[in-house]
């Protein structure tokens, strides 16, 4: 979690990118150099995986390490914490833009979360890596130079994404492999740019940050007191009693990933619908990869139509925050 100590002493010369560290396989740590599954993410600091770009000269870059986990252990504390670090920054004139450097697992969430909570124009570049920082290949270096060239680029603005010099937008990206380096696609809808050697090409500009309604709660109140929202799949042989204990537990939201174009198990759908009488909000998207539903399929609100259910997930809950 956020160290104080680890704050970056310096003050930002002008037109500073500030690299926030969160962890992940970037900075993963493996005994061998050929090993590039049996390693640890989130060992290596943020400031040491600068030092490694090489020599070329760089724009004025300042680090802090925020956190230094495996993404997997991603928690409301840490989206908070980070969140109210890029705040900080991103309110100083002398820095023009955030690159954080995260792992791979969660990223899409992460980049969800922070598109509806940052209010700013400024650009905030989310990259990762698939392979850990010993590797002998890796591709860690490569993405946080990019990050920073898109950071930079005048056309770019809000949350964005950037890895296998690939630019997407937060709606859009999803991680589609467990280990290939371009893991992350942003499936139909296509990247919005590539990086070709220091320079973007844009296939679409990124709209400016709209966010959420509720922005500012996130950002201050207690992650303890944030709504609870789970995500629950209809599959064969689902069973509704999941529905029944989710409620009893005092679950406050649920978004149902449905199956094709969001239909429901008749078992689930009668369960769901009683939830929905005690009082828990719903939403409904589709498990299948890409594509979102089309027209309405059950009495069940959609979620918005470009999100998956875990994405969908974050959007409820800030919808909740009342
Ligand atoms: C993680 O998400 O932290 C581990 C996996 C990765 O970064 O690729």
């Not at 970037?26 to 050929?34: D, K, T, V």
């Not at 060239?149 to 630019?167: C, E, H, M, N, Y």
């Not at 007191?225 to 204990?245: M, T, Y």
């Not at 199956?259 to 369960?271: F, I, K, Q, R």
Request: hydrophobic residues 45%.
């Amino acid at each position: 979690m956020f160290d104080a100590k680890k704050v970056a002493a310096e003050a930002p010369a002008p037109r500073s990118t500030v690299v926030l560290g969160m962890g992940g396989t970037i900075a993963g740590r493996a005994a061998a150099a050929s090993d590039t599954v049996g390693y640890v993410a989130g060992q290596v600091p943020v400031a040491e995986l600068l030092s490694g770009l090489g020599s070329d000269p760089l724009p004025p870059l300042l680090s802090e390490q925020v956190a230094q986990i495996d993404s997997k252990d991603m928690s409301h504390a840490h989206w908070q914490a980070l969140a109210q670090r890029c705040t900080h920054w991103l309110a100083q004139d002398e820095v023009c833009s955030v690159v954080i450097t995260h792992g791979t697992d969660t990223l899409e969430e992460t980049a969800w979360f922070l598109q509806q909570v940052l209010q700013t124009h400024k650009p905030v570049v989310l990259t990762c890596a698939m392979r850990p920082a010993t590797a002998v290949l890796q591709d860690g270096p490569q993405n946080l130079l990019d990050a920073v060239t898109v950071s930079r680029d005048p056309q770019a603005r809000g949350v964005l994404v950037v890895a296998a010099g690939t630019v997407h937008s937060p709606a859009h990206v999803q991680k589609e492999h467990p280990y290939r380096l371009d893991a992350l696609s942003s499936g139909p809808s296509g990247p919005l740019a590539w990086v070709e050697s220091g320079r973007l090409r844009w296939s679409s500009l990124p709209n400016p940050n709209q966010p959420h309604a509720h922005a500012a709660t996130a950002l201050t109140r207690p992650v303890e007191q944030w709504p609870w929202v789970a995500v629950v799949s209809s599959h064969a042989g689902v069973d509704p009693r999941q529905i029944d204990a989710w409620v009893s537990a005092g679950v406050q939201g649920l978004v149902v990933a449905g199956t094709g174009n969001g239909t429901l198990h008749t078992a689930l759908l009668s369960a769901l619908q009683t939830a929905a009488q005690a009082g828990v909000a719903l939403r409904l998207c589709t498990r299948c990869a890409h594509g979102p539903i089309v027209g309405e399929t059950t009495a069940i609100t959609c979620a918005p139509r470009e999100l998956n259910a875990f994405k969908a997930r974050v959007s409820l809950m800030l919808d909740l925050m009342v």
